[in-house]
């Protein structure tokens, strides 16, 4: 045996052995190879406003730049209390019900591992933001996956049928990623009897709380108390705010669930980024930014979907978040991730397959245009899609 050999490491034996490289970034990458209009990436192409930039330029000159609280700022978590109260009417104390998170994902992963114990299943509706399952594994736990009817509504009965003596939570997301469709009363008062009758925790992610359209409310897992005595529900000043790339959000649970959440989070992140807590905390001192989300957002919706109507796509619902599904069975049989490069390489459009969304991949012809994004830049794509 060399020397080299003698002192080669162990191999590693990984704990996600399903991850690789994601559709995400192949046609992410692709679309900068072809040129594309890139509607396939989540998050906006346009600047956040100038106020919020320069409270964050000011919390840095004014010194601003030691560690904050592993809770996070003070002033912030107030804020979000007043905020939670005055949209859904739930009181969090924002001492000590309120966690500052490096971003939704982190604290999805945070709440996971502070409740999820090996031989824990944990339900997941399907089609799912990729990041739910590995963390789920990464706890030890298993996903019991259960897919949304062709309408992308919930099927409770399906999920009560998944339910077993080993089920430990309720994963749920709403307004939904990728589907743009919304969880109504009903939906709530099933979800709360679902987890009260099994004694079940649940973890809401509601990053796209206030990009709800045609004045629906929305529908928060803290506006019932007998749920969010149970539940991490999870936002996003990211994509409130238009700037994902800070990776700032946040975590409100009942004390004793956030004392658990908050013993990984100090030592997975410990604090987050303490200017951008200063900013946000002062920029929301006015409400009107996230008050006027929605008008915001609904007239890019409207713009977008009335220029595909007149392409061969199939409209499906957006009823909140920045994302519009179409089905393009009309158009192709070919399949989602074929017909997504397609799209990229021969018309300059980049969308998401929703097969990516499931475990199992699914075929249903549907693809994911993402409209947080310029006008001139949704012009421009709907002008390539209008060959279609």
């Given at each position: 045996?060399?020397?080299?050999?003698?002192?080669?490491?162990?191999?590693?034996?990984?704990?996600?052995?399903?991850?690789?490289?994601?559709?995400?970034?192949?046609?992410?990458?692709?679309?900068?190879?072809?040129?594309?209009?890139?509607?396939?990436?989540?998050?906006?192409?346009?600047?956040?406003?100038?106020?919020?930039?320069?409270?964050?330029?000011?919390?840095?000159?004014?010194?601003?730049?030691?560690?904050?609280?592993?809770?996070?700022?003070?002033?912030?978590?107030?804020?979000?209390?007043?905020?939670?109260?005055?949209?859904?009417?739930?009181?969090?104390d924002w001492n000590h019900e309120i966690t500052i998170t490096a971003g939704a994902t982190q604290a999805i992963l945070t709440a996971v591992l502070a409740i999820v114990r090996p031989g824990d299943e944990v339900i997941v509706i399907e089609p799912a933001y990729d990041s739910y399952v590995p963390a789920i594994e990464l706890a030890g736990g298993s996903a019991v996956p259960v897919p949304m009817d062709a309408q992308f509504r919930v099927p409770w009965k399906a999920v009560r049928a998944a339910l077993g003596p080993r089920t430990r939570a309720i994963l749920v997301n709403s307004p939904h990623n990728p589907s743009g469709t919304i969880l109504r009363e009903p939906d709530l008062r099933e979800l709360e009897s679902i987890a009260v009758e099994h004694g079940l925790f649940v973890v809401s992610d509601e990053v796209?709380?206030?990009?709800?359209?045609?004045?629906?409310?929305?529908?928060?897992?803290?506006?019932?108390?007998?749920?969010?005595?149970?539940?991490?529900?999870?936002?996003?000043?990211?994509?409130?705010?238009?700037?994902?790339?800070?990776?700032?959000?946040?975590?409100?649970?009942?004390?004793?669930?956030?004392?658990?959440?908050?013993?990984?989070?100090?030592?997975?992140?410990?604090?987050?980024?303490?200017?951008?807590?200063?900013?946000?905390?002062?920029?929301?001192?006015?409400?009107?930014?996230?008050?006027?989300?929605?008008?915001?957002?609904?007239?890019?919706?409207?713009?977008?979907?009335?220029?595909?109507?007149?392409?061969?796509?199939?409209?499906?619902?957006?009823?909140?978040?920045?994302?519009?599904?179409?089905?393009?069975?009309a158009i192709s049989d070919l399949s989602e991730v074929e017909f997504a490069k397609w799209l990229t390489a021969e018309i300059g459009v980049a969308a998401i397959p929703l097969s990516a969304f499931y475990d199992e991949p699914a075929e249903n012809r549907t693809v994911r245009f993402c409209f947080a994004k310029a006008d001139e830049t949704l012009r421009e794509a709907l002008g390539r899609l209008a060959r279609l």
């Open positions: 045996m060399d020397a080299a050999q003698s002192f080669a490491p162990p191999p590693i034996e990984t704990r996600l052995p399903k991850v690789g490289t994601t559709i995400f970034t192949v046609m992410s990458a692709l679309a900068v190879e072809k040129n594309a209009v890139n509607l396939g990436q989540g998050f906006p192409d346009f600047d956040c406003d100038p106020r919020l930039a320069d409270a964050v330029a000011d919390a840095m000159r004014s010194g601003l730049n030691q560690y904050a609280p592993m809770a996070g700022n003070p002033e912030l978590r107030r804020v979000v209390a007043q905020k939670i109260a005055e949209t859904c009417g739930a009181r969090y796209y709380e206030h990009m709800v359209y045609d004045d629906e409310p929305h529908q928060s897992v803290s506006r019932y108390p007998r749920l969010a005595e149970r539940a991490f529900v999870i936002s996003s000043f990211g994509k409130t705010f238009h700037v994902t790339g800070w990776k700032v959000g946040y975590c409100a649970a009942p004390a004793p669930l956030t004392a658990e959440f908050r013993k990984i989070h100090q030592y997975n992140v410990f604090s987050v980024n303490t200017p951008m807590q200063h900013g946000l905390a002062a920029y929301m001192r006015d409400p009107a930014p996230w008050r006027g989300l929605a008008a915001f957002y609904q007239r890019k919706r409207d713009l977008f979907r009335a220029g595909l109507a007149a392409t061969r796509f199939r409209l499906l619902p957006c009823e909140g978040t920045y994302f519009q599904v179409v089905d393009y069975s």
